[in-house]
């Protein structure tokens, strides 16, 4: 294989540092590496330093579909015969696509999670019109037309089966990876909050680092911490980063009478992020429950790279990461219920041995060289 050559379009702007900017970049950069020649096409790509196998291809576009329509004149400028047409999935995303068909060249698209599962839960009535025509017309044919379809959680391919008849044979699962270099527990928890001023730095730590949407339930992450308070004096709660979410959680922690236990950081910095999720005791990855089962979480690999155990929202498609004590889950996610199972967690005696073996199931399954 080594020497074939692959276009990798994705509709992300790559000079933000984001899960989906970052899950990317490890692709291309891993696939690069095992010999593969690589064109990534983008919106941006920042001060990213990429393989040297990699040809970085900027592609202007004000929006979804002028982005289709460019890759394809970019495509067509460049006049390569490429092997396999790789695209993350984006919405509009049919001129590529028949570009490929008509080329007889293999399509593989990336499904990383369900718009119909998230688009309930935006405020955005153009977007989700845009969205509804999208899942409506044009995502089944897509779909249909790729040579395969990778899914990072079981549940999308069996939703996407049922609603559009497409077989399950077109659907591959490959979960998120993670770079368990970056992400390693920390060796003195203490001394890396003291560099980032999380204080008291001798407390237990419970945190959410990542995007802040709607399906992320942060208003009801701040009144299960509440409860938590009520009876642990030495715990706090950490939320860091960005998102439309991010007014809704100011309001949440203002108003709360243990907000001098809570601290936010917004924006926080992506190159300290493995530092911040190094410094909790406790990760935090819940999710409404009708979006929860088609997403593996970015968040909840880093947490377990770094020897932290996550409470997610309960899903029997995640039973392999509940068995391996990745992951906690919560199957009532009322404030008192998520609290339950934190209060759980922060009283296992075994926290330390359950690290170690959360870290050594990370780097034998989900280090982004295996997912590669």
């Known amino acids: 294989m080594s020497g074939r050559k692959i276009a990798y379009i994705a509709y992300y702007d790559l000079n933000n540092h984001t899960a989906a900017t970052e899950h990317i970049s490890q692709i291309v950069n891993g696939l690069a590496g095992k010999g593969y020649r690589m064109w990534l096409f983008a919106s941006g790509f920042g001060n990213r330093i990429f393989h040297q196998n990699i040809h970085t291809v900027l592609v202007k576009a004000k929006n979804a579909l002028s982005f289709d329509s460019n890759v394809v004149s970019e495509i067509d400028r460049l006049n390569i015969d490429f092997d396999v047409l790789y695209i993350r999935d984006y919405f509009a995303a049919r001129k590529i696509v028949d570009w490929s068909r008509c080329g007889e060249i293999p399509i593989i698209i990336e499904h990383n999670g369900l718009v119909h599962a998230e688009i309930r839960h935006s405020k955005k009535l153009g977007t989700r019109i845009l969205f509804a025509m999208d899942n409506s017309r044009l995502l089944s044919k897509r779909i249909k037309k790729a040579s395969m379809n990778i899914v990072v959680a079981n549940a999308i391919a069996k939703f996407l089966t049922k609603k559009y008849g497409i077989p399950s044979e077109k659907f591959i699962h490959i979960p998120n990876g993670v770079d368990i270099e970056r992400f390693c527990p920390a060796e003195d928890k203490e001394s890396v909050r003291q560099r980032l001023n999380i204080t008291p730095a001798d407390a237990i730590w419970i945190g959410y680092i990542g995007s802040m949407y ?52 917004s924006p926080l910095p992506i190159q300290k992020s493995n530092m911040y999720i190094s410094s909790l005791d406790i990760g935090l990855a819940l999710m409404s429950p009708d979006v929860a089962p088609y997403c593996w979480q970015v968040k909840v690999n880093h947490y377990a790279a770094c020897g932290i155990p996550s409470v997610i929202t309960h899903c029997d498609d995640f039973a392999e990461l509940k068995k391996n004590g990745v992951a906690i889950g919560v199957k009532d996610i009322s404030p008192s219920g998520i609290a339950d199972e934190i209060k759980k967690t922060i009283d296992d005696d075994n926290f330390s041995l359950r690290s170690k073996n959360i870290r050594k199931y990370v780097v034998e399954n989900l280090s982004w060289d295996i997912i590669i």
């Open 214 to 265: 709607p399906w992320h339930i942060l208003d009801t992450v701040v009144k299960s911490f509440e409860i938590i308070a009520q009876d642990y004096n030495n715990v706090f709660l950490l939320i860091g980063g960005d998102g439309p979410e991010l007014a809704t959680v100011k309001k949440s922690i203002q108003r709360s009478r243990y907000v001098e236990r809570m601290k936010l950081i």
